[in-house]
């Protein structure tokens, strides 16, 4: 028996390395930890409810990132501001005029994106309503590289990183939003 560990301690080594390296720079498994250290803010902030200054400031970094995904120059970082914006930003988007941008065709399949803007020009949502989704390994891929897709533009504007394995779709995703900010 201890020879059979001793045969396979080297593989499981490179196993526990490939894994943790995979979980260290693979963009979906950052994303899902980030929306659920997110959701978890969200929770203490609803239970906290009376929302202090600082508080707030986790959850109106979400709105900052927004922020910058617009273009503008106005998006300055002070805490107190962004705290405000977020919840005028809010209040905006609940009168949001949705864009859809063009159709760009990959060797895959469409896609579109949508963007939703508030009336001050703030992007309030990036999401994709068309992706290719024929086959199952497009469908599996795409699921993943979507919702990434979204968060990362709505954060950084035309300027995101594309999905590794998916670039292809990522710039179609960029093309069909850089033509809706064309458009404006």
Not at 6 to 23: E, F
Not at 66 to 82: N, Q, V
Request: charged share 15%; glycine share 8%.
């Amino acid at each position: 028996m201890s020879e059979l560990l001793k045969r396979a301690a080297p593989g499981l080594a490179v196993a526990g390395v490939a894994l943790t390296s995979v979980w260290l720079f693979d963009p979906a498994l950052q994303l899902q930890a980030d929306r659920q250290a997110a959701s978890a803010a969200a929770d203490s902030q609803s239970s906290a409810d009376s929302g202090t200054s600082s508080d707030s400031g986790t959850s109106s970094d979400s709105g900052t990132s927004a922020d910058s995904g617009t273009s503008a120059d106005s998006g300055t970082t002070s805490g107190g501001a962004s705290s405000d914006s977020s919840s005028s930003q809010s209040s905006d988007c609940s009168s949001a005029e949705a864009v859809t941008g063009d159709s760009v065709m990959t060797r895959w399949g469409p896609v579109q994106v949508q963007m939703s803007f508030a009336p001050d020009g703030t992007v309030c949502s990036v999401n994709a309503v068309a992706y290719p989704a024929n086959d199952p390994h497009s469908a599996n891929l795409n699921a993943g590289a979507v919702s990434y897709l979204d968060q990362a533009a709505l954060q950084q504007g035309v300027q995101f990183d594309a999905y590794s394995g998916a670039t292809y779709t990522s710039e179609a995703y960029r093309q069909s939003m850089q033509s809706i900010l064309d458009q404006r």
